[in-house]
């Protein structure tokens, strides 16, 4: 979402999440809001930290907005990955939020056809008028084999997202326990499918350094590929001791990953 804004010519202000259990500090958007803010963009479930945002988080957040007149932009793909007995609540359904909201979600995360990237927003009418008019110039439409993806999709047995709920749960513990047998400091996702994982412990052993050598360290020695922490960070240096690990795949293939991880780092 930042890179698409910054494409545009805004200037995205930052508000960083703290740790242990990525807190909201509602003082620290304050203190990013001028004149010019317009809107405010929420993931939950979130890519990376795995975050999921509770009713209490969102209705400071939406206090927020209505002191400032902004819009919220929120971003709910991960809707259905949730973990712990956790409940997604979609911020446009807290009252007094709908007229201010514009959710986005889609259907690729959901149905496991990432490469198909078939999406929508929803919102107030005039708001979702002028979101309409930008489509149509745009994209015109989602192409027509996607479409029919979905609408496939849309005729399954309900009790497909207890068995997705589920698989990701099995594929979250085996990820998470492995890291943490590797010595990795994990902060377990409460959504979505990845793990933010700290090697602090491992900094004084030749290849973890940084996020950039440890990355390189775990391809050569594992095969495992991850992305730098200090890719999601307006601050490089606040993620510079943390990998992005990705659980979304066939349950072999992690295990396989888990195992390299343990032979060549246990």
């Not at 001028?34 to 890519?47: D, E, H, M």
């Not at 996702?189 to 996020?211: I, N, Q, W």
Request: glycine letters at 8%; aromatic letters at 10%.
């Amino acid at each position: 979402h930042r890179d698409i804004l910054q494409l545009f010519g805004f200037s995205p202000q930052c508000v960083p999440l703290t740790q242990p259990g990525w807190q909201f500090d509602a003082d620290a958007l304050r203190k990013t809001i001028t004149k010019s803010t317009r809107a405010i963009v929420l993931t939950t479930p979130s890519n990376p930290s795995g975050k999921v945002w509770t009713t209490e988080e969102m209705q400071r957040l939406l206090l927020i907005a209505e002191e400032h007149d902004l819009t919220i932009i929120t971003d709910e793909i991960y809707e259905y990955m949730l973990y712990d007995g956790r409940k997604h609540v979609s911020l446009a359904s807290i009252p007094g939020a709908f007229d201010r909201t514009i959710t986005l979600s889609g259907f690729s995360k959901t149905y496991n056809m990432t490469g198909w990237r078939l999406g929508y927003a929803s919102g107030p009418r005039a708001t979702m008028e002028h979101v309409g008019l930008i489509n149509d110039l745009l994209y015109i439409c989602a192409p027509t084999p996607l479409q029919h993806g979905v609408a496939a999709a849309f005729d399954m047995d309900p009790g497909y997202f207890e068995d997705l709920a589920s698989a990701y749960d099995a594929k979250r513990t085996l990820m998470c326990s492995t890291l943490e047998q590797i010595g990795f400091e994990v902060s377990w996702p409460e959504g979505a499918y990845y793990v933010l994982a700290s090697f602090k412990p491992r900094m004084h052993e030749a290849g973890f350094s940084d996020d950039s050598q440890a990355a390189m360290t775990l391809v050569d020695r594992a095969g495992v590929g991850t992305v730098r922490g200090a890719s999601f960070f307006e601050d490089p240096r606040s993620g510079s001791h943390l990998l992005r690990f990705c659980f979304a795949k066939e349950m072999p293939v992690l295990e396989d990953a888990c195992d390299r991880l343990v032979r060549a780092f246990g």
